[in-house]
């Protein structure tokens, strides 16, 4: 079964970093560009940094821009997401997501919990 499955999240203060990280069920991922989006209570998901299946192109949204940083992992096959300097802003369930086009994926991840403190 294809999976993705999303750790790392939890509560901390603003200032602080965390961690996200991706498994993914099979190399099929590999060939795939990777992405992380979020969704705050109440609001939309939104689309916050992708990465494409070489792993040579990254984006981000702004908001995000300068502190946070995706990578992935092929042994592993896994996606990471180093969160720097968090803001209370950037509390949201954050899903990891797979496809051929990130923007429209075909798959995702249940999500994990974000929660910043000010």
């Known amino acids: 079964q294809v999976q993705l499955v999303e750790s790392g999240g939890g509560l901390v203060q603003a200032g602080d970093s965390l961690r996200l990280s991706c498994a993914a069920s099979?190399?099929?991922?590999?060939?795939?560009?990777m992405g992380w989006f979020r969704q705050a209570p109440g609001k939309e998901r939104e689309f916050v940094a992708s990465i494409n299946w070489r792993g040579t192109s990254t984006y981000y949204t702004d908001s995000v821009k300068g502190r946070f940083t995706i990578s992935r992992d092929y042994a592993k096959t896994t996606l990471y997401l180093q969160m720097n300097s968090l803001k209370p802003e950037d509390t949201a369930v954050y899903y990891c997501?797979?496809?051929?086009?990130?923007?429209?994926?075909?798959?995702w991840g249940q999500g994990t919990q974000v929660t910043v403190s000010s």
């Open positions: 099979t190399r099929t991922f590999n060939n795939y560009a």
């Open positions: 997501a797979a496809g051929v086009d990130v923007t429209h994926p075909g798959y």
